[in-house]
């Protein structure tokens, strides 16, 4: 069978590199055909020499690239919507991921979904967008990955709930009075899983978690009151499925996102593949649970009420979260601050209009402002 031509977006980050070590040990049955970045262009112009895409994009052109590639924006929608691109590994992270999933949908393109926070904030349009064609969104994140690896040959009647699991970030056992003074250092010390620093501060503050129970709602249509979060420190268990016979089934790896990458690409199918080590239950033991401390990690819950609000509310939160992580990240707030503006920005502009993209679009740029005037920052 001839190749299916993938777009990585967001290929110089930490899902994008780790997708193309997955793509490289599959050459036979997929080609690179479009890579983009935002703004690394060394290591951009390296993985052009080892893939040869037809198309390469960078959003903001700087010394380290090149004459022929595509920049600004529409280059994440150039890369999207390419003929010769059967699969769209949307690796961005935030906002700056949302046109160009929606543009690969309407041409009717598989999207291998990292960038969670377009289900997030467009979650309607997503599910619109797969309904009215024939694109289909395959999600990326490991939990859910793994729920659909559970669910697949099962109608969705008969899943009762699911149970995504939490490694409950650094600071799952700091005291309040030790989390107030956390740093920003203290928080990319991510116990299981190296990945970019976004998604590293959400996993410290269990924002994270909360944009993943949106992101489940919209990817299985399942209920909020459906969707549990249970802490699992070993990150060896990605998810649990209830069925209606009362059976559970749980998915289970070392902690690599290898596997639900190269699963977003081949579902429902499975390929060989030895790029991780073989499962050892005994190595990996003992695999523990513990509740959520909602006390202590206020975003969950901020967010799975924005999500159950549902309209601008999920937007909002995404919004007004990647506002304060980017402050926190720059040094100009507290760890503490970052739940707070959630909560000001969620009080404040829930309610606004979110019937299509540009008024989602004005609310997420409404957070924004928001959370800045809030914090000075
Ligand atoms: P990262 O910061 O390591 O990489 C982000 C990528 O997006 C980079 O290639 C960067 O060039 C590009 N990018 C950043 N801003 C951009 C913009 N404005 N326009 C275009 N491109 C831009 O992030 P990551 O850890 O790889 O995470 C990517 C997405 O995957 C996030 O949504 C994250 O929540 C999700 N995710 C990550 C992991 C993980 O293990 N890293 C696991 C599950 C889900
Ligand atoms: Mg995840």
Redesign the pocket.
């Known amino acids: 069978m001839a190749p299916k031509g993938v777009a990585v ?8 590199t ?1 997708a193309l070590r997955v793509l490289d040990r599959q050459r036979n049955r997929f080609e690179v055909r479009a890579l ?5 262009g060394a290591l951009l112009r390296e993985q052009v020499r080892q893939f040869a895409p037809a198309f390469v994009g960078m ?1 903001e052109p700087n010394s380290n690239g090149d004459d022929a590639w595509r920049t600004g ?1 529409d280059a ?1 929608v150039g890369a999207a919507t390419r003929d010769d691109v059967d699969i769209v590994l949307n ?4 906002a ?2 949302l046109d160009a999933t929606l543009a690969a949908l309407e041409q009717g393109k598989r999207v291998a979904l ?4 377009t289900l997030v904030i467009a979650g309607d349009l997503v599910q619109q967008a797969c309904s009215s064609g024939s694109g289909e969104v395959i999600p ?3 939990e859910h990955s793994a729920i659909l690896q559970c669910i697949t040959g099962h109608p969705a009647s008969q899943v009762r709930r699911v149970v995504l699991t939490a490694s409950g970030g650094p600071f799952r056992d700091w005291t309040p009075e030790r989390l107030a003074k956390a740093t920003v250092e203290d928080a990319l010390r991510h116990p299981t ?8 501060i ?1 996993s410290a503050t269990l924002a ?1 978690k909360a ?1 993943e129970v949106i992101e489940a709602h919209f990817l299985f249509g399942l209920p909020y009151d459906r969707i549990e979060v249970v802490v699992h420190p070993q990150s060896v268990v990605h998810s649990f499925v209830e069925f209606i016979d009362g059976s559970v089934v749980a998915q289970m790896s070392v902690p690599t ?1 290898e596997l639900p990458i190269l699963y977003s690409l081949t579902h429902p199918d499975r390929v060989e593949y030895d790029g991780v080590p073989p499962f050892d239950p005994v190595k990996l033991s003992p695999m523990t649970y513990e509740p959520v401390n909602h006390e202590r990690f206020p975003a969950l819950r901020l967010g799975i009420a924005a999500g159950k609000k549902g309209g601008a509310a999920p937007a909002v939160f995404n919004a007004a979260n990647e506002c304060a992580v980017a402050a926190f990240l720059a040094g100009k707030i507290t760890f503490a601050d970052i739940p707070r503006a959630i909560s000001s920005a969620l009080d404040k502009l829930a309610d606004l209009p979110s019937g299509d993209r540009e008024q989602l679009l004005a609310a997420d740029a409404a957070a924004r402002r928001h959370v800045q005037q809030m914090l000075k920052c």
């Open positions: 977006l967001g290929s110089t980050g930490s899902i994008g780790t983009t970045a935002n703004s690394n959003v924006t994440l690796a961005i992270v935030g700056a991921g990292a960038n969670k926070e990326v994140d490991s899983w190296r990945m970019g620093r976004k998604v590293t959400d994270n944009l996102m």
